[in-house]
């Protein structure tokens, strides 16, 4: 039985011994130094600020219309027995060209027949003056003194001068109506539409069709009052070359096209329901009739964006959009690459950038990485940087 509890003791006190030797011997072992975990401050992208002048682009946007659009209109009655080739929706004329013609003979023979009584009244004023004289003639061997108006013919004279206006009018009434049986193009123009055809019997101011002129295309565009500030000033009467230039852009078939006008005028009237004025962009030759090969045609409804050449202003800083806040504030990288919230005066937002007046100085860094909470005082790095002001943990 004493032989058992030998046995059982004796494993117990080995183990135990082994454990507090290890304990002794990791106790006397010294402690590996502690070493902290580098934290480097963000890294940020910015840019430097340059102040300087800027040049202004205004933009806007309309649908290119003609400068005259008429409604061609029959001043004469009659058969249609001639039409031009050209004459269909699209066909181009220019100005005093035949666009069709009214079938003449009974102009014709109304022309004769004024040119007989013009004939007539001519002879009737000769052969009255000449009684007038045989009148006056015998009135004088029988008596003398005043001869009376009424005895020397005078008033039989006026009426058949009367007479003779009279078919001079009608003459050249006939001439005009002959000549109208050609109906021609009032302007170089493009035919939008057409009402009439060969062999239709038409009566007169019949409408024939809508005519577009093609020297000149017009934009009408709307302007905020800032924008009108950002526009020079048109001087009325100077070259249209001198007026601000404007150029437009629109997609054509997948690939964008380019024109250039100018701004010719201003309506000056603000528009009482959305406030802001209209203008007017106009583009010479849109259809490129002089067939030049830098630029193509500019058909009237297409509808095109432009920018509109402005003013120059001096002393301004230009960010990107997203650099700013909605609060008017940007964020400086100062020298010591901290974070700090500066207000700025704004002079003008556009699509893609801010214009600031104020605020910021020439060289100074504005941070443009957007971080999710940046704080007044927080440390970053920027590229290209070694950064001196890591921290580590523990410290």
Known sequence: MAVKKRLIIVPILIITAAILIFMALS??????????????????????IEVGPVRFQVPTQGNVMPRFATQLTAEVGGRIHWVSPRFVAGGFFSKGEVLLRI?????????????????????????????????????????????????????????????????????AQAERNLERTEIKAPFNGVLQSRNVNLGQFIPANANIGSFFGTDVAEIRVALSE?????????????????????????????????????????????????????????????????????????????????????????????????????NQQVWVITPERTLELRDVE?????????????????GELVMLTQLENPLNGLRVRIPGEENPHATADGE
């Not at 106790?27 to 430097?48: A, C, D, H, I, N």
């Not at 003008?348 to 104020?358: G, H, K, P, T, W």
């Open 346 to 362: 704004i002079f003008r937002r556009d699509r893609n950038a801010v214009y600031i007046r104020s605020g910021l100085a020439a």
């Open 27 to 48: 106790s006397s072992r010294p402690t590996p130094p502690r070493q902290g975990v580098e934290r480097l401050p963000v890294l940020v992208e910015y840019t430097v």
């Open 103 to 171: 079938d003449d003979f009974d102009f014709r023979t109304a022309l004769e027949e004024a040119k007989a009584n013009l004939a007539r009244a001519q002879a009737m004023v000769a052969e009255e003056r000449a009684r007038g004289q045989v009148a006056e003639a015998e009135w004088r061997s029988i008596q003398a003194g005043e001869i009376p108006e009424l005895g020397l013919r005078r008033p039989q004279l006026a009426s058949e001068l009367a007479n003779l206006q009279s078919a001079q009018a009608r003459l």
């Open 226 to 326: 800032f924008d009108l500030a950002l526009l020079p000033a048109i001087e009325p009467g100077a070259a249209v070359d001198t007026f601000p230039t404007a150029i437009l852009k629109a997609e054509v078939a997948g690939e964008s096209r380019q024109w250039q006008g100018h701004l010719i005028r201003t309506e000056g009237v603000i528009d009482a329901d959305s406030r802001v004025t209209y203008a007017v962009i106009a583009v010479e030759d849109p259809y490129n009739l002089a067939e030049d090969a830098d630029r193509s045609a500019l058909p009237f409804g297409r509808f095109v964006r432009m920018q509109l050449q402005g003013i120059e202003v001096n002393d301004l800083v230009e960010l990107p959009r997203y650099a700013v806040t909605s």
